[in-house]
């Protein structure tokens, strides 16, 4: 089974850039997650999808992040204008349903100049 | 809101030996689930073991255990006869019951394996 791919590996921006990250689940799974880890802390939850609708959105800063999935299969996020503070790796996971274990991606690695 | 604390930034166990990692949690809710999860330096983020909160019995998954105490809030994974690959951050994680699905995470302990 292959698992959740995630790219790019890596990225470099300067602050105020935009920057977009791509997610593309376990095939069949239903239910897609953002988490954002800075270094040092766990990951955090952005933003959790069911299929394509948007089922937690509560800690997505919706002033400079947004996400779709709109087929319901591969994911998008993106961060316009970046901030110093976006540093971090930005992780995807995917489920067969929303209380099922969670599958993760490598992630990006995010470096804003 | 739920918070899950790992007081242990880093731990260090030898080869073959046992070691035991920390983990308490703060929830106001009864039907929950305990995780915890492994993080190698490749990033990959994958699940250990789970408990259910209403399970009494203590999960078992090879050579990793954990010991459960509710009443205490406590939840701490125990890794027997540690291998070099073992090595890697670990994070304790809290999802609530029912529908939602949510994984609360702490800051981790990263557990090295000498020789």
């Known amino acids: 089974e292959a698992g959740v791919a995630q790219s790019p590996r890596y990225k470099i921006i300067e602050k105020r850039q935009s920057v977009a990250f791509w997610c593309n689940p376990i095939?069949?799974?239903?239910?897609l997650y953002w988490y954002q880890q800075i270094l040092g802390q766990g990951p955090k939850l952005l933003i959790q999808?069911?299929?394509?609708?948007?089922?937690?959105d509560s800690q997505l800063p919706k002033d400079r992040f947004s996400a779709e999935r709109l087929k319901g299969v591969d994911s998008t996020l993106k961060i316009q204008p970046a901030k110093l503070e976006d540093s971090a790796v930005y992780l995807c996971?995917?489920?067969?349903?929303?209380?099922?274990?969670?599958?993760f991606g490598d992630g990006t690695r995010l470096s804003i100049l | 809101a739920q918070t899950v604390t790992q007081s242990q930034p880093e731990m260090s166990v030898q080869e073959a030996e046992t070691v035991t990692l920390s983990c308490t949690y703060d929830?106001?809710?009864?039907?929950?689930?305990l995780f915890w999860y492994k993080q190698p330096p490749s990033r990959q983020m994958i699940l250990v073991i789970r408990q259910e909160a209403y399970k009494q019995q203590n999960a078992t998954e090879n050579r990793f255990s954990v010991n459960f105490q509710k009443a205490a809030k406590s939840f701490s994974l125990k890794i027997s006869d540690s291998q070099l690959g073992d090595a890697a951050m670990y994070f304790c994680?809290?999802?609530?019951?029912?529908?939602?699905?949510?994984?609360?995470f702490g800051t981790g302990t990263r557990l090295q394996v000498t020789l």
């Open positions: 994680a809290y999802r609530r019951g029912g529908t939602a699905s949510k994984l609360t």
């Open positions: 929830t106001s809710e009864s039907d929950y689930y």
């Open positions: 999808f069911q299929n394509n609708g948007v089922v937690d």
């Open positions: 095939s069949g799974h239903a239910t």
């Open positions: 996971a995917s489920s067969t349903g929303s209380n099922q274990p969670q599958h």
